[in-house]
Nanobody, 126 residues
Framework: QVQLVESGGGVVQAGGSLRLSCAAS????????MGWFRQAPGKEREFVAA????????YYGDSVKGRFTISRDNAKNTVYLQMNSLKLEDTAVYYC???????????????????WGQGTQVTVSS
């Protein structure tokens, strides 16, 4: 059974930075693309970023391009989301997710992910 545990959320002032982590269980982490999504109250879950199994390809939602960076450490079974220049509209619960199929570029396709973490709250204050 795959488990994903996010951490690193919190309250930060606009313009500040946070780094989220997602620790994954299982020995096959290195074969799967990983993604970050977020959901604000009353809104649909939104794609934030994704990274291929090797880390060689990354994808970003338009609203975070140039501000957020996704990375992974396969030796630690962990994926990261570095968030800089945070805005009020970045406030949301952030979820990490693992692809359904190995060696598959998931990109922003929500249906391509089969395992989700419990989420971590990020609140950006003015």
């Amino acid at each position: 059974q795959v488990q994903l545990v996010e951490s690193g959320g919190g309250v930060v002032q606009a313009g500040g930075s946070l780094r989220l982590s997602c620790a994954a269980s299982g020995r096959t982490f290195t074969s799967y693309s990983m993604g970050w999504f977020r959901q604000a109250p009353g809104k649909e879950r939104e794609f934030v970023a994704a990274i291929s199994w090797s880390g060689g390809s990354t994808y970003y939602g338009d609203s975070v391009k140039g501000r957020f960076t996704i990375s992974r450490d396969n030796a630690k079974n962990t994926v990261y989301l570095q968030m800089n220049s945070l805005k009020l509209e970045d406030t949301a619960v952030y979820y990490c997710a693992r692809a359904y199929q190995p060696l598959y570029h998931t990109g922003n396709n929500k249906d391509a992910y089969s395992y989700w973490g419990q989420g971590t709250q990020v609140t950006v204050s003015s």
